[in-house]
């Protein structure tokens, strides 16, 4: 139940960040992103330690990074990331036990104490609270910065806070989905609210409804079936997806 409870807020959160990932451009630069947690994963299992705190190191290090590398090249987003994950991937890949690297990349069903969960719980709050606080002026930066500047929005210090919440949003997942699947529940539910909504807050409604769905509908099929949370959960968000291709936008 509390393992269940942590896929759900991690769900919501993802969500929403899901719509500014789609809207930023970010949707498979935020997927790569979830890579960079694997150099973290991989030496905190080697070091017998919470596999979450590596997690935590790594993509806090790779999120202050990017914004370093933005500022001061003129570098895209994407590419950067891009070449962080090349590294975060071979690095990862050296250094995680030959035993564990199936659960670093895909996830596991391990039990969930309370603890654990509040303190998931208590990330997604933060995660959730930033983005409806500052929606608008990361809506009036991904749009047009210049503006978002003469307004008074600090746009460096946005972006930043945008990667932390970001990269916090992946750590929500990583334990049920794991690196390489943690992405997908960011971008797919957003990119199926997109084909049916035309205002942000029905866009941000339909995205969390979808991932929330998606991850409860999954645990169900999981644990009825015998199948694996993960890749389920993400299966079961393609394909819904994939149906979404047939609405035709007005």
């Known amino acids: 139940m509390y393992a269940l409870a942590l896929a759900l807020s991690a769900a919501f959160a993802a969500g929403l960040m899901g719509c500014f990932a789609l809207m930023k451009k970010m949707t498979l630069a935020g997927d790569v992103m979830s890579h960079i947690a694997l150099p973290g994963l991989g030496l905190a299992l080697l070091w017998n330690i919470q596999p979450v705190i590596g997690a935590i190191v790594s993509l806090g290090i790779g999120a202050v990074l990017i914004w370093k590398i933005e500022q001061k090249t003129d570098l895209p987003t994407e590419t950067t990331i891009g070449v962080m994950f090349s590294a975060a991937l071979a690095i990862g890949a050296l250094v995680t036990p030959s035993e564990d690297i199936i659960t670093a990349l895909f996830g596991g069903a391990n039990p969930v104490s309370l603890q654990t969960l509040l303190l998931y719980v208590a990330l997604s709050a933060l995660v959730v ?122």
Do not use: C
């Open 129 to 250: 609270i930033f983005l409806w606080v500052e929606r608008n002026r990361l809506v009036l930066s991904l749009f047009n910065a210049d503006l978002a500047i003469v307004t008074g929005v600090n746009v460096s210090r946005l972006n930043l806070m945008y990667l932390i919440a970001f990269a916090s949003t992946l750590i929500l997942g990583l334990r049920f989905l794991g690196a390489l699947l943690v992405g997908a529940l960011i971008i797919v539910p957003a990119a199926v609210s997109r084909q049916f909504t035309h205002t942000l807050p029905n866009f941000l409604a339909g995205s969390a409804l979808v991932s929330l769905l998606s991850v409860s509908i999954g645990y169900a099929l999981a644990s009825a079936f015998g199948l694996q949370t993960g890749p389920t959960v993400i299966a079961l968000a393609a394909s819904v997806f994939f149906l979404s291709l047939f609405k035709k936008k007005k």
